[in-house]
C-alpha cells in the first residue's frame, strides 16, 4: 500500500487553497449544494473519523472475521468511488461555512500529517481489527486508508464543478 496517492490527492486540495479567497469558499452555487467551504470542511471531518477508525482497527483484532459488503468489494477492485453524484447524510447539509482560510489550510495539513503518520504505524502493525462502515460492511485499517484516497479522489469532481460555478458567474 503506497501513501503516495492520498497525499498527493490532498496536496491538491492544499495548494488550491492558497488561489482561493475566503468569500469564494463561502459561495454556495445553489441552496442545496455546498460552497467549497463546506467542502473542505466534509473532508476534513470525514478524515478525522477514517483515521480514528484506522488507529482503532491497528490497535486490535476485533471483528477481523467480518466482511465488507458486496458493493464495498467492488468499490475496492475499482479503487474508485462511483463516478456519481451521491446525495449526502442529512447530517452534512448542516455543514458550518469555514471561519477562515487559514483555519481550513492548517486543519488540511493537520488531516495529511495524520495520515502520513498512520501509514507508517500501518505498515508495522501486526493486529487486523476491523470497524463497521455504516453502510458497507467491515474494513480493516489498509481499506479504511484506502476508503479515505478514495473519498478524496470522488470529491476532486466536485471540486471542480465549484470552480467551473465561479468562472461561470464572474
Known sequence: MSTTSLID????????LTYYSLDQLRIQPSSES???GQLYEHL???SQFYIEQIQFCMNNNDHADEPMSASALTLFQNNALPDIRIKGNAKHSTLPQPESKEFLIQALTDVRDQFQMQHSLL???KNNGKSRHSGLGY???SEWYQFADMHFRHHLKQKQRIEDF???NR
Open 34 to 36: 455546498w460552497s467549497m
Open 139 to 141: 474494513f480493516n485499517a
Open 123 to 125: 505498515i508495522q502493525s
Open 44 to 46: 476534513i471531518w470525514d
Open 166 to 168: 465561479w468562472s461561470a
Open 9 to 16: 490527492t490532498i496536496d491538491v486540495y492544499l495548494s488550491c
